[in-house]
């Protein structure tokens, strides 16, 4: 039973902490109540000094005409039993007015008994024998049974009742003159006060305790102006577990979402600018020297036929070059989108190295080089697109022939690290500073001072193979120790 308990109040709890209508409802209630209370206390604390004292003397009156009818039977039964005794009869008929005026429950009163002329026949002690007016009297009565609230508020009145009775074998009345008792209220004169406390009081309440709300709402509002103004970078504060809490957390998604868009977009066109200008400046060279010897031959400036040759050779050379350059430019800009399709497939990077290894031994003596591999003995697998990584070894050993020095070993090694393979290429060639070797894999970055090209490259080769090995899932990056640079990919193995 506890358990359910204490899962009931945690459901509860996290619904109040996560439910922006659940918290209002429960605000709403609080102040109801709180502002009920409020109402009530204002009615009593000012009850009485908004109450004017009344006297009800229906009570009083009511046991007067009791007793006068009371009284006047008493008297008949006394009159019957003392039939033939007069002066007995009229002792003990005495004695009962005496009675009747001392046993009015504390009401002030005395009792006649009347003829129809108005006669005084018996009196009570403090009764008069004036004689009294019956017909006003009468209806004096009459008019106080119909409408008993005439003349009840205020002091108190002076009151005469009759009770028909008979005396001596003739119609008689028992008169009652007296004042009768009262009990004091009190009439409220204000109907609307409490209803206005609770009004007023459900309204500050309400308002103070929706503030906090309600000025969280302004601060999300303003951090959205901020937002659209253009300062991204700028973020609402989370506060609490609900819909608001939920509202500022996406406001912020949102900016960092669309800080992330345009900071890519302007890092995109900053690429595509530099990209225009690296693509024209590598373009210029080669064309202007293509141009240049056409026109020498154009022109007849060649004297022999050597010469003539020559200018040909050049410019097929220049020419090749630009295929070069633009073909790599082609195959940069298609890598570098990583929604490329790739054709992968289970491959051994052992025999992969060995089959690439055979083709560059050649290039590599021709060059002065010799190539030393270094294999596990277990082979290594991964899933990788074979033509594209033909293409990062190309690139690699490429750079190792135009770079390295002759006459030099350059180390191919592969070896298994932290749950992938490592692909290792070391080469001996001149010193580079560490902050060239964080750029050797940009586009059109050459570790020359100049942008000359006359080793013959494009500057793309090692953005090429960084974007194919990233394509896989892989890291490339290069060290320098001494006359030493390494190049080194990190590829998973598959599965």
């Keep these: 039973m506890r358990r359910r308990l204490s899962a009931l109040y945690r459901n509860i709890l996290t619904n109040v902490k996560t439910s922006l209508r659940t918290q209002l409802m429960l605000t709403f209630l609080v102040c109801l109540g709180l502002a009920a209370i409020a109402g009530m206390a204002t009615t009593v604390f000012l009850e009485d000094t908004f109450a004017t004292p009344h006297e009800e003397i229906d009570s009083g009156l009511d046991i007067l005409e009791i007793d006068t009818q009371h009284l006047a039977e008493e008297v008949e039964l006394i009159a019957e039993r003392h039939l033939d005794d007069e002066v007995l009869r009229k002792?003990?008929?005495?004695?009962?007015?005496?009675?009747?005026?001392?046993?009015?429950?504390?009401?002030?009163?005395?009792?006649?008994?009347?003829?129809?002329?108005?006669?005084?026949?018996?009196?009570?002690?403090?009764?008069?024998?004036?004689?009294?007016?019956?017909?006003?009297?009468?209806?004096?009565?009459?008019?106080?049974?119909?409408?008993?609230?005439?003349?009840?508020?205020?002091?108190?009145?002076?009151?005469?009742?009759?009770?028909?009775?008979?005396?001596?074998?003739?119609?008689?009345?028992?008169?009652?003159?007296?004042?009768?008792?009262?009990r004091v209220y009190y009439v409220q004169d204000f109907s609307m006060i409490?209803?206005?406390?609770?009004?007023?009081?459900?309204?500050?309440?309400?308002?103070?305790?929706?503030?906090?709300?309600?000025?969280?709402?302004?601060?999300?509002?303003?951090?959205?102006?901020?937002?659209?103004?253009?300062?991204?970078?700028?973020?609402?504060?989370?506060?609490?577990?609900?819909?608001?809490?939920?509202?500022?957390?996406?406001?912020?998604?949102?900016?960092?979402?669309?800080?992330?868009?345009?900071?890519?977009?302007?890092?995109?066109?900053?690429?595509?600018?530099?990209?225009?200008?690296?693509?024209?400046?590598d373009l210029r060279t080669p064309l202007t020297s293509i141009i240049g010897y056409l026109r020498l031959l154009n022109d007849d400036r060649a004297k022999?036929?050597?010469?003539?040759?020559?200018?040909?050779?050049?410019?097929?050379?220049?020419?090749?070059?630009?295929?070069?350059?633009?073909?790599?430019?082609?195959?940069?800009?298609?890598?570098?989108?990583h929604d490329v399709r790739l054709h992968t497939q289970r491959v051994s990077l052992n025999e992969m190295i060995e089959q690439i290894a055979e083709e560059y031994v050649p290039l590599m003596e021709e060059s002065g080089l010799q190539l030393q591999k270094e294999l596990p003995p277990r082979e290594l697998f991964a899933e990788v697109d074979p033509e594209t990584w033909f293409r990062v070894f190309e690139n690699l050993l490429s750079n190792a022939i135009k770079y390295s020095h002759q006459p030099s070993t350059v180390i191919l090694r592969l070896k298994q690290r932290e749950g992938g393979a490592v692909i290792l290429l070391e080469n001996e060639s001149d010193a580079i500073p560490k902050e060239q070797l964080e750029r050797l894999f940009e586009r059109f970055y050459r570790v020359?001072?100049?942008?000359?090209?006359?080793?013959?490259?494009?500057?793309?080769?090692?953005?090429?193979?960084?974007?194919?090995?990233?394509?896989?899932g892989g890291n490339i990056w290069a060290t320098s120790s001494g006359n030493s640079i390494q190049f080194q990919i990190w590829l998973p193995l598959a599965k």
């Design 194 to 281: 409490g209803s206005v406390a609770f009004l007023v009081a459900f309204l500050i309440l309400f308002y103070m305790i929706t503030k906090r709300k309600t000025g969280y709402i302004e601060e999300l509002a303003h951090g959205l102006q901020v937002i659209s103004k253009g300062q991204l970078d700028h973020r609402v504060q989370q506060k609490g577990e609900d819909e608001l809490g939920t509202l500022a957390q996406s406001i912020n998604h949102m900016a960092q979402e669309l800080q992330t868009k345009i900071e890519a977009e302007r890092e995109a066109e900053r690429a595509r600018n530099e990209l225009i200008t690296s693509v024209s400046h």
């Design 91 to 182: 002792e003990e008929i005495q004695r009962a007015l005496d009675n009747g005026e001392q046993s009015t429950s504390g009401q002030t009163a005395n009792f006649r008994i009347i003829d129809e002329a108005g006669k005084v026949l018996l009196k009570s002690t403090s009764a008069q024998w004036a004689p009294v007016d019956l017909q006003y009297l009468l209806r004096t009565s009459m008019e106080l049974r119909a409408d008993r609230r005439a003349n009840r508020l205020g002091s108190s009145q002076h009151y005469v009742l009759a009770a028909p009775m008979e005396y001596e074998g003739r119609d008689a009345y028992m008169i009652c003159e007296g004042i009768p008792s009262t």
């Design 448 to 472: 020359e001072a100049s942008r000359s090209t006359k080793s013959g490259g494009s500057g793309l080769g090692l953005a090429i193979a960084k974007s194919i090995v990233e394509l896989h």
């Design 304 to 337: 022999t036929p050597e010469e003539m040759r020559d200018y040909l050779r050049v410019a097929f050379g220049k020419s090749e070059q630009l295929q070069r350059l633009v073909e790599d430019l082609f195959d940069y800009t298609t890598l570098s989108h």
